[in-house]
């Protein structure tokens, strides 16, 4: 094994990712999709790194069989740094099968590698390349280095919309400054959008196997120069989320889903849901296409009071409204309440004099003086 500068670099790399995960595992809630996501980040950062090192360190030489090892993982970085940083600020997130689009192409990138290494297993280091051409592997190389530099650009700026979003509502302290630290990434991640294009255009005057005059110039890889630097980019990620993220709590209020707070004062003043007299937590949330959790955190957080206090008052704002309108008194109480969304008529009475500090039978003989 030859252990250069940069091999000792690599094998840092890989072990203070093996370090991060398992400090995570150790001293975090590991169930919390935040700490999840962190893990997965770090496990691709990890793997990606060790065919470099492999190659770089000699290791490859002795054994063949590491060879075109399908653990390049890079292209997998971007997509699930943007889940992590949608899970920062989307309360209740939860990954569903919209989140897991966003890894499809990196699996198929992933598979074709395993197909790749298959094939060239027990072959000589020689014969592999020969192997390798057959599958097109530059063509395919080539496509990956541009989906991996579109997939940065893309998902920074998916990113930078959420974040931007997230900013115009209430944040909690520590997502306050993960936000304000996050904003410092994107110029980072951008520099290194275009260190990858030149490597690219390097590459394909070059050759990807052949050094280059900046190589020569810089006494190293350029390419694996970049891999240096994207690794301690996202290894700066990682341990800024644990040591910031992965302890704090999550904001009760949905920053991201703030229309639906809107959403549901229009599900009471337009759709006038609180006319069912069997509304409940769960009906609402279906017909906002959301949870329950939201919906509840959203109405304690934001209005201030439960679920069935919320809805009462707009049927206390009903009835009161059917009083001034029914000029003639053909209607009981209970019939204007019956007809309000209430069920019984001790909610009613309780939940009238908690809104209006009367008794129905008293505002009703105050409305009638006034009249």
Known sequence: ???????????????????????????????????????????????????????????????????????????????????????????????????????????AFWIYSIILWINTINHSLEAKGTVALTFYYFQIKYVHDVSLLLMLLIYTWFAYQLINKAKNYRLSKNQLQFYKWLKYLFFFLMAGAILDLVSIVIGEVYGYWKGSPLDELLGISFT???????????????????????????????VIDNAISNKIIEAMEVKKMFLNPDLSLRILAEDLDTTTGVVSKIINTD?????????????????????????????TLLALAQDSGFKSKTTFYRAFQKFTSHTPKSYLKTLNSQK
Request: overall charge positive.
């Open 1 to 107: 094994m030859n252990l250069t500068l940069t091999s000792v670099l690599l094998l840092f790399g890989i072990f203070q990712s093996v370090v991060m995960i398992l400090l995570i595992l150790i001293t975090r809630n590991r169930k919390q999709i935040q700490n999840k996501l962190l893990i997965s980040i770090l496990g691709v950062l990890g793997l990606s790194i060790l065919p470099t090192f492999l190659g770089n360190s000699g290791i490859i030489q002795n054994n063949p069989n590491l060879m075109f090892l399908p653990v390049r993982l890079s292209i997998f970085i971007f997509p699930l740094l943007f889940l992590y940083v949608k899970s920062v600020f989307v309360s209740d997130f939860k990954i569903g099968i919209p989140d897991l689009k966003h890894l499809v192409f990196p699996f």
């Open 224 to 254: 694996i120069l970049i891999k240096i630097y994207y690794s301690i980019i996202v290894y700066v990620i990682s341990v800024i989320g644990y040591a910031s993220y992965s302890k704090f709590i999550v904001s009760n209020y949905p």
């Open 303 to 331: 209005f201030k009071v439960s679920f069935n206090d919320f809805v009462n008052k707009y049927r206390i704002e009903e009835v009161k409204n059917k009083l001034d309108t029914d000029s003639s008194g053909q209607f």
